[in-house]
């Protein structure tokens, strides 16, 4: 247990911009002594938040109004790999491709793939129902979830679905996957392992002007050809990147498609040669094939590091998580581009284009207070901009404590109230991962002032 | 009897219109479910008036039941008396279809058939082969949970649902999920509705992710001579790199169903494949022209081995397909006193499940055929043939037998389909869950005041 505020300094962080700090964080090694740290938080009325490693993007595992954080780094076995059924059993502090490794050998991996994957937990992956790259063809993680063991607010252990597919019953653990740590604590996580396909080509497609690009990927979804990852970045992008990672990313694109086709030998062949056409038909300026794996590792080495490009060449940087219809990508970029101008704030983009789930990538300078206002003011407007051509607020870093107040821009109170109607049949009290999901204060037009950053205010 | 004219009756005709509420005793025997009958039939024109019609009997302390085209009222739905059915027929608008988005918005009324004519204009489709498809609607299929052999490669509804709008008990609109194929805003409430019987909500508008139409199909059937030989070479293909599909087993007696001249209902009755007699096969289709074909037909003929095998054309493909989906429906018209059994598994233990179930099919001297899905879900269908007293004596053993067999954790149960004699006698079976107690807390989130008839919990205690 740690409880200095020394100790404490790194817990009052996630991924995110936002900070606080908990009044202790414990380290169980099982579900037996998380029921234990359940039942005296709920004895001493104590906030009780769960947190993996702490990379998630939207504030979901810091201790809003403090309390105890539960570390699930201790909890990180693999308790059983099934390999003629396809199944893993693992604890929640699994890191995400420490598990794909341990069933490399067998030619499965688990799907979801998020940018983090080197970091992140599976237990975090289920709490955010996260994505990644490959969850254009693989499905996020949702989709590769079978059962769940979890702790109650109450201390009562549950076991919600099977890993046998199609459970009796409601699926809870469908409705679990996503809930943000905001119903109970995960102990053991029951996932579908995929089968490693026969064959991968990754294009870099290279283009004069962002516009292209997106037409591309318009055309490559409206053809009827599934990816099994598209990926975006822009100019600004590329140049950070390729300054951090020499990958060879031309630093006068406008814009890269980075396209992952997979499957048996035969089809990606004629994929990756349909997909090369379209490039092509939309002015790609060049369109070039990995040749081995060594060259596919290293333009995804790219588009994995962008974030930490960013953070190299920027004192501080908020990167956000719209989804948009995938034909709406044009004008999207069009308008965070003009968002970029009105605010004279730097935005890059990195995003996952094949599912229209946008990373724009939003510099600013925290130790100024103005830019980091300006900061949270574009990242709204682009997200008003997501709501208004029929997309959503976030597509896999969650609601959390970032965009609680965006809610009611998509849900109306009738939504929420049978949201806050389940998160109660689990945790009754809200005593579980408080200050979450739903909008803190009531009444509209209220603007909600984040609290800064601490490295900003002098202590 | 009739009611029209009493009170109640006259405020749900305020609400839907003077033509759109049956309270004919004759007619209202076509909506009979789990052996209860309505007082009445309302068709809401509008989500609006589905709320308000819940709104009131929620009110008036009356119970209802959600109806699409009313082709799986042969399912068993534990559902206490009720006093409404809501006929979703008249919310029959596709609300939105953006191709190149792949992405479709439908309200709750319209028919798969006219959903899968308007898909395919852009070459795009819905996995849900589903049994009756040719007349179900979108809101009785996602609500009834039912599967589709597509699922091997497409996965369930929870996989392309991307979001819904439903009325709650208290006769309000509520939406969950969106309309893009990747959210992770708010709960996934929807997921809770797939499956449900209209025991959490009535469903008003679905959501979907669609799919490109693969260029062509094929499909391969292999016949082995025993249970263990198909699952055997169902494994080794679940294993390999291939994609298929579908992956399907089919019992002796099932193959001859599905595939043979008998099948019922189907087509002309034709056979559409010469079938080995007592031998168990394995259907595999896949996507793909060309080298692909010869891809699978040289994969699947060297795990086949020595056996009979058959490679079939694009259009027997698809009618195969055809009669998979319908495989309930064929085997509930085989024999008026059918019984289906869906039982869920591991994969690995497909072979021993279907060994298990023989074997107490056998000993109560009951037909019986079997069709197993590559991902571990059976449908058992028990067909006796004689209609006597003691059918239901032995019917009655074998399932005992089989629920006390399937009743661990791994696995699972339910009574899928069977004549309306046997739901009633069907009383709740254990469970080893240990969930029951927050499905029943979500019904009553879901449901305060219990205006939704249908109560799938009841199967267990």
Redesign the interface.
Known sequence: MLHRPEDLLLYEYDGSVEVARPDCVVFPTSTAEVVEIVRLAARHHIPLVGRGAGTGLSGGALARQGGIVTSFARMNRILQIDVQNQRARVQPGVVNLDLSLAVRHAGLHFAPDPSSQKACTIGGNVSENSGGPHTLAYGVTTNHVLALKVVLPSGEVVDLGSAAVDPPGYDLTGVFVGSEGTFGLITEITVRLTRLPEAVKTLLAVYDLVDDATQTVAEITARGITPAACEMMDGWTIRAVEEYVHAGFPLDAAAVLLIDVDGLSEVVEAEAQAVAEVCQMHHARSVRLARDDAERDLLWKGRKNAFGAAGRVSPSYYTQDGVIPRTKLPATLRKIGEISRKYNLAIGNVFHAGDGNLHPIILFDERNQQQFHDAVSAADEIIEFCIAVGGSITGEHGVGMEKDRLMPLLFSEADLDLMKRVRSVFNPTGSLNPGKIFPTTKGCGEIYVRPQPARAVPS | MSLAGTAPWESLRTIVGPGQITTDSEQLQGYRVSGKTPKAVVRPGSEQEVAEIVRFLAMERLTLVPIGARTKRAMHVPTAAFDVTVDMARLDRVVAY??????LSVEAGVPLSRLATVLAEH??FLPLAVPFMNCSTVGGTIAS?V?SPLRQFY??A??YVLGMEFV?GDG?????G????????????H??M???FGS?GVITKVNFRTF??AASTGAFVAFFDSGQGAVGIC?QI??S???PLTLEILSPQAAELVLGDRAAGVESGSRLIDTPSAHWALLVSFA?SG??V??YERDLRALAGRGVSVLLDENTTSAVLARIREFSPMALESSPRAVIL?L?????EIAQALDELALVADKQDLPWAAMARG???IYFALLPTAHDGGVRVRLGRALDDLFDAFRP????I?MAWCAEEFKEAMSPRK?T????E??R???H??DPTGVFAPD??G??V
């Open positions: 953006d191709p190149d988005d792949l992405t070459r795009q949970g599967d996965g369930t929870r996989d709650t309000r609109v509520v939406k969950s969106g309309r893009v194929v990747k959210n992770v805003s708010g709960y996934d409430l997921k809770l797939i499956g449900s959490l490109p139409m494994h679940a294993q790199p291939l994609r793909g080298g692909m010869e891809r869906r869920s598994v591991l994969p690995s991902v571990g879900v954790r791994e696995r699972s339910a469970t869950r240990n969930d029951l927050q499905m807390k979500i019904k989130a879901f799938p919990l199967a267990w």
